[in-house]
């Protein structure tokens, strides 16, 4: 009996909705390096790059009123306007050129539209594949993720050498208007939610109170928000470990520094053909976990071959963990909150991250580098030891995925290609 082809090629309602964020998410990445590159050319350039990479991380932090948003219409026609309004941005950009006290608002508002996607975007899966695909399908979504931090970046400086950073810019305008163009052939997924409409407010606040006290959803947004601020000083202290501790130069860093994205591409594609018997529970567990043992252990590192191996566990954990927190949040909440809940989680991501790098200034990591790494590692341990418990006792009580409880596309969506009506 032949193999079954895996969920991008038999399940086209899916492929166009991963094409879709792959193009934008690439785009997206290109974008900020030509961002950062065109605003480090003028006066001020300090100031101006910090300005920038501030209008694109503050509009994260609303990440609970974006669910809301998200909970309350239907997503293929939220998802299909935050793209357009992104194109739209990016294309004034373009054309019109401005300074920098208008280019720092219009950043600002593409990163609110981004949010606004991230939240809605979070609802789709679920709702288009069976129970049993979530893994492999949350894999999948995890690869278009880490091609976003391995592609973006070397995009976005290819084409600002070859056409200058407003090429790069209408690129990425380009990429945004063919994601658009993708989700309209996606179903319209109207909203889920019941019982008595709120305010946009208070359906954020009715969300908030729901992960509060929800166990499960609570216990995921706990561990990531800290797992991110004790993982976050990697970040900081890498350079130092392999310049000052190992001697290993720009080069060494630069090695050592994609070691971890090319490990996170590596556990997706692993889990794209591994995922669909397995707990995501175990998976989160077992993915932070490692994820905190490659950051103990390059703390330990001898010389650079060997933090290169642990950096590669590292990123293999974070890889992990990441798909099991998605499939474990889509199997335990109601679909009619997991937009609010997912806009939660990732305004946790970057609570949490934002005030590791704040924390990880006062630990000196140009002289410490080590030690910065060995609490890194051990505050995951802990933040295992904390949230643990709740997501294994709960495990046994998860609720059936949200999707089997949603109507599905009534289109055919299990089609292999090469048979009647898979062609996109």
Not at 333 to 350: D, I, K, M, N, Q
Request: charged share 15%; hydrophobic share 55%.
């Amino acid at each position: 009996m032949a193999a079954e082809p895996n969920l991008i090629r038999r399940h086209r309602l899916f492929r166009r909705f991963w094409l879709a964020r792959a193009v934008s998410l690439v785009g997206d990445g290109a974008a900020m390096v030509a961002l950062v590159l065109l605003v480090s050319r003028g006066d001020h350039a300090g100031t101006g790059v910090s300005l920038i990479l501030l209008a694109e991380s503050v509009p994260r932090f609303f990440g609970p009123l974006a669910g809301a948003l998200a909970d309350r219409m239907g997503v293929r026609r939220l998802l299909i306007a935050a793209e357009l309004v992104q194109a739209l941005v990016f294309g004034v950009v373009v054309l019109a050129r401005p300074g920098l006290a208008v280019l720092v608002p219009l950043v600002a508002v593409a990163a609110a539209a981004s949010t606004v996607f991230s939240a809605a975007g979070r609802t789709v899966v679920p709702r288009l594949v069976d129970e049993k695909d979530l893994m492999p399908a949350n894999a999948w979504m995890g690869t278009a993720f880490n091609l976003q931090a391995a592609l973006g970046p070397v995009l976005g400086g290819v084409f600002s050498a070859w056409g200058g950073e407003y090429g790069a810019l209408a690129v990425n305008a380009g990429s945004f208007v063919l994601s658009a163009l993708l989700l309209t052939r996606i179903p319209a997924l109207e909203p889920l939610r019941t019982g008595q409409r709120r305010t946009l407010l208070g359906d954020t606040v009715e969300g908030l109170k729901f992960v509060r006290h929800h166990r499960v959803s609570r216990a995921i947004v706990l561990l990531l928000l800290l797992g991110l601020f004790f993982g976050s000083l990697d970040n900081l202290a890498l350079v130092f470990l392999a310049e000052h501790t190992l001697d290993a130069g720009e080069a060494g860093f630069g090695i050592l520094s994609a070691s971890f994205g090319v490990a996170m591409v590596a556990a997706s594609l692993w889990l794209v053909r591994t995922a669909e018997s397995r707990s995501p529970v175990w998976v989160l567990l077992a993915g932070w976990f490692f994820t905190g043992l490659g950051l103990l252990l390059t703390a330990a590192a001898p010389v650079l071959l060997a933090a290169i191996a642990m950096q590669l566990i590292a990123g293999l954990g974070n890889g992990v963990a990441n798909v099991g927190e998605e499939t474990l949040l889509q199997k335990a909440v109601p679909a009619e909150v997991l937009g609010r809940v997912g806009g939660t989680l990732s305004s946790a991501a970057f609570f949490g991250s934002t005030a590791g790098y704040l924390a990880g200034s006062l630990l000196s990591p140009d002289s410490h580098a080590r030690l910065v790494f060995v609490i890194a590692g051990g505050g995951i341990f802990l933040a295992l030891a904390l949230c643990g418990p709740a997501l294994l006792s709960a495990r046994a009580t998860l609720t059936a995925a949200p999707a089997d409880a949603t109507e599905k596309a009534a289109e055919p969506v299990a089609q292999p290609v090469g048979q009647p009506g898979a062609v996109a």
